[in-house]
């Protein structure tokens, strides 16, 4: 019998680039929780998808030599790979480029617009491209986006916004009616104090400067701003509809929780609701913010060359192997570590020692002593007591522990328990006992307790480890009923007289040694493969050959102006540069750090190679070249313009 329904969703992926494991890590968790609510009875519909609008991918894609949608397709087809290659669990994959969602964001402009919560003005202020997102004069840091770090661009046009004031003190009011709205309690007090109590400005809702976007209806100069766009797919996914909504909608919302990366809280617990009660539909139970998932001390980034990928870990470790690490190693409220080393040292002592070792050599003896049959249990010692308390409390624990989200506790509770078990064979000695024909009936009640600890692990372990959980329930092929969570809290699933299956190793140890080697060798074919190659240096010539028009109009030039610079660590004669295009800004590495400072070379026009295919120098990204000229002597100057033309101008 359904215990209720539950709605689930991560937030949607951003089509700029193939998702790494920190990425990878919010599917995991999502997935995990899903599988959870089934185990217990609950009517779950879990939604994932990608966001596929914005200036960004639009700048992509034109780099890239192709159309948004052909670049989206690509990228949204990756992203659903590694999706599902984690075994994750989704009732639908949404995109924002499905034609029922891009109808229903429009209707949601137009109602919005209608009745008075969207206006027309005009946006003067700054705009961060990789964050889509827009800030004020006083939220801007020394020139940069205060969530990324990255060079913001000023920016003035035409524009419709959001009245977001108008239901600040609705929003605030039910935040503090509801206390678990927000999750965990630090990201709320970080909401509330930062943004909600100084006071909301009206939010910009639509751009002019682009096209990849929803068009909105009544004006197609304008498309619709991302996040109206993106955070609409929670509803838009059930099919609702300002005109009368489908019966997913009905059926399923409000959604039970929102899983989302801690850095992109406020849309969800800001923007999002606010716009819910414009729409005068109801909020979302819970919106809750993980942290991240860093390697070493650092956030991945392509651009710091510590990008770790989840195909690329599977590889190594298995699929169950990856969840099992991204699960057990994410603390609740504050973020979690992967290095290679912490990854091989977590498999090992759990998987491998823990949880592997104790199926395979209780299914393995069960075999040698009883020809894998299951066998009566006989009188229950107080040690067998302790075991079964400890197996059968679990349960309650691990349920206790995901209906609050804390996921790395309820796996902890199932590694006790199977540390528990090995602890009572060491206690209990069967290898002792099968020596004595007297102590016959107590060893096969001794491998009875341990296959049912097995067999409740088995259960537990399903929604983190879905094949594990298979597998171990295979080995001991336990009846359909003996594999639900509802009989995990009985001791005495397995029937006697049945037959366990053949011993079959789940996780084998890894030499770390062997294992960090090969990783390093991989890394280093990967960089040697995607490292710029150099030119042989060869003598001075006259001249060079001559080239066709063709020829040079292969080259794209355009006047930049550097609008930060700074050196590269560890490299003495580069600097690496922000450059502003037009609209757009590039990252540059020029070796001129002997002829220009960092603080000199800001603000300079310069002339740019920007269709350059992008390469790594000293591992920093570098995304064009800047044109100079160096005499005899050694005397270096950048290119610039006679005139001051602005940035975007092409070069002929």
């Known amino acids: 019998m359904s215990k209720g329904t539950y709605y689930l969703t991560t937030a949607i992926a951003y089509t700029s680039r193939k998702p790494h494991i920190g990425n990878t890590y919010e599917i995991i968790l999502s997935d ?77 402009f137009k109602k919005l617009y209608d009745q008075g919560d969207i206006y027309l003005g005009k946006y003067e202020g700054w705009y961060c491209t990789p964050c889509e997102s827009f800030f004020t ?6 020139g940069k986006c205060p969530d990324c770090g990255r060079p913001v661009q000023k ?19 039910h935040i503090e009616d509801h206390p678990e709205f927000i999750q965990p309690e630090a990201r709320k007090r970080e909401m509330v104090n930062n943004f909600l109590k100084p006071g909301l400005q009206d939010l910009c809702v639509s751009r002019t400067s682009f096209k990849w976007g929803v068009p909105v209806t009544f004006n197609d100069k304008h498309v619709i701003y991302v996040w109206i766009d993106a955070l609409s797919n929670y509803i838009t996914g059930l099919g609702y509809d300002v005109d009368g909504s489908g019966e997913l909608y009905k059926k399923y919302w409000p959604a039970d929780v929102h899983i989302i990366g801690k850095d992109i809280l406020r849309f969800h617990t800001i923007y999002w609701p606010i716009m819910l009660m414009a729409l005068g539909e109801p909020l979302p139970k819970q919106v809750f913010g993980h942290p991240w998932l860093l390697n070493g001390e650092s956030k991945m980034s392509k651009s710091l060359g510590n990008v770790i990928y989840a195909d690329d870990l599977a590889r190594h470790f298995g699929v169950d192997g990856v969840r099992y690490y991204c699960l057990r190693e994410m603390p609740f409220a504050s973020d979690g570590n992967i ?47 302790d075991l079964r308390d400890t197996a059968t409390g679990a349960v309650q624990r691990v349920i206790e522990a995901m209906d609050t989200l804390h996921v790395a506790d309820s796996l902890e509770e199932i590694m006790v328990l199977a540390r528990r078990s090995n602890k009572y064979i060491d206690e209990t000695a069967p290898w002792v006992l099968a020596k004595d024909e007297a102590q016959r009936e107590r060893l096969g009640t ?71 080697a090969e990783l390093a060798a991989e890394a280093e074919a990967a960089a040697k493969a995607a490292a710029p190659k150099e030119e042989p240096k060869e003598e001075p010539k006259p001249g ?7 020829d040079f109009a292969k080259v794209e030039l355009k006047v930049g102006e550097v609008v930060a610079s700074e050196r590269v660590k560890g490299a003495n004669k580069l600097l690496v540069s922000q450059i502003k295009i037009g609209t757009e800004t590039k990252q540059i ?33 570098s995304e064009g070249m800047i044109l100079c ?10 290119v610039s313009t006679e005139k001051d033309v602005q940035s975007g101008a092409e070069v002929r």
């Open 629 to 638: 000229a160096e005499d005899e002597a050694g005397n270096l100057a950048v």
């Open 446 to 516: 001794v491998l009875y307790n341990l296959l049912e600890s097995i067999r409740i692990i088995g259960i537990l372990i399903q929604p983190f480890l879905p094949e594990t959980g298979e597998k171990i329930l295979a080995q001991l092929a336990a009846r359909p009923e003996a594999g639900t969570l509802d009989s995990a809290a009985v001791f005495g699933g397995l029937v006697p007289g049945d037959v366990t299956g053949e011993a079959v190793p789940l996780f084998a140890r890894i030499d770390e040694k062997k294992k960090l």
């Open 137 to 142: 004069e006083t939220q801007v840091v020394d």
């Open 339 to 385: 290095t290679y080393e912490s990854m091989i040292a977590r498999y090992n002592a759990d998987l491998a020692n823990t949880l592997g070792n104790l199926v395979n050599r209780t299914i393995a003896m069960n075999k040698k002593y009883f020809d894998s049959v299951i066998q009566q249990p006989g009188e229950v010692t107080e040690l067998d007591q």
């Open 589 to 621: 590495v020029s070796g001129i750090a002997k002829w220009y400072s960092p603080e000199e070379f800001v603000g300079k026009k310069v002339v740019v190679v920007t269709n350059l295919q992008p390469v790594k120098l000293r591992g920093v990204l």
């Open 32 to 108: 995990a929780i899903a599988r959870m609510r089934r185990a217990q009875g609950y009517d779950v519909r879990f939604q994932t998808g990608t966001d596929e609008h914005g200036q960004k991918v639009e700048e992509n894609a034109k780099a890239a030599g192709i159309e948004p949608q052909e670049y989206v397709d690509r990228i949204a087809g990756e992203i659903k790979r590694i999706w599902d290659l984690m075994n994750t669990s989704y009732d639908r994959f949404i995109r924002t480029t499905d034609e029922d969602h891009v109808k229903s964001v429009q209707k949601i």
């Open 544 to 550: 060079k050959p001559e080239i066709t028009i063709d």
């Open 155 to 173: 920016s003035s046009e035409e524009a419709y916004f959001f009245r977001m004031s108008k239901y600040q003190d609705r929003l605030l009011k």
